[in-house]
């Protein structure tokens, strides 16, 4: 199963663009990666998640370069409410098996 | 209305006490699994199962047990619960279908005393 690195916490403020970071060196070849946002006392919620190159929904994008071993989450023009923790898994083809690291807790400022 | 139902919210047990959080979904998944979240450690999964009757260990199965016996039911029993396992805990399902993202209940906050 790839283990997956993020940053601890970051801040930014109302109106930015947010980029959170996720690496994962040993992803195999069917693993999908996918994030999840949880808010404080919630179960998680589902974000996004790609294979490869370029994901974009109503949310969230997700860039994932040609090799694979990382992803960025972009949260564009952050509000308040986009305060929470971000999860990004790799997940098996088969999904089997879904691991959560500690996440990104992201800090939206006035 | 989809949706994956814990109960209770929230439990305070004292050391010993035998227990069970219910985790029951109506959206006919095959993937089921439980978590417990602790500050500064995210969500570390507990046991998962991928069907009735297969259940297999998460990274932190110790002191707890899991059975599957129905499809739609997965509940998680603390047989010896101790000050430790006092957390927050979450049930989760989903599809055994590549790119299904998982559900979550609302969470079961648990103190043992």
């Known amino acids: 199963l790839a283990k997956t690195t993020q940053p601890i916490s970051m801040d930014s403020y109302e109106g930015q663009e947010v980029n959170i970071t996720c690496s994962h060196n040993?992803?195999?070849?069917?693993?999908?990666i996918t994030w999840y946002q949880q808010f404080p006392s919630q179960g998680p919620r589902f974000i996004i998640q790609?294979?490869?190159t370029k994901v974009t929904n109503e949310v969230a994008s997700l860039f994932i370069p040609a090799d694979r071993k990382s992803s960025t989450l972009s949260l564009p023009r952050v509000s308040l409410s986009d305060t929470a923790v971000y999860y990004c898994l790799v997940v098996p083809y088969n999904n089997n098996d879904m691991r959560f690291g500690a996440g990104t807790r992201l800090t939206v400022k006035p | 209305e989809a949706q994956v139902t814990q109960n209770p919210r929230y439990l305070i047990t004292v050391t010993g006490k035998k227990l069970t959080v219910t985790c029951s979904q109506n959206?006919?998944?095959?993937?089921m699994s439980w978590y417990r979240q602790d500050p500064g450690l995210g969500l570390r999964q507990i046991y998962y199962?991928?069907?009735?009757?297969?259940?297999d260990k998460g990274d932190v199965p110790e002191g707890y047990k899991v059975s599957r016996k129905e499809k739609r039911n997965f509940p998680l029993i603390l047989e010896s619960p101790s000050p430790n396992q006092t957390s927050l805990y979450f049930c989760a399902s989903s599809p055994q279908r590549s790119g299904s993202p998982l559900h979550f209940g609302n969470g079961t906050r648990l103190t043992v005393t």
């Open positions: 959206m006919n998944h095959e993937y």
């Open positions: 790609g294979y490869k």
């Open positions: 040993n992803i195999a070849t069917n693993d999908y």
């Open positions: 199962s991928m069907n009735v009757e297969v259940t």
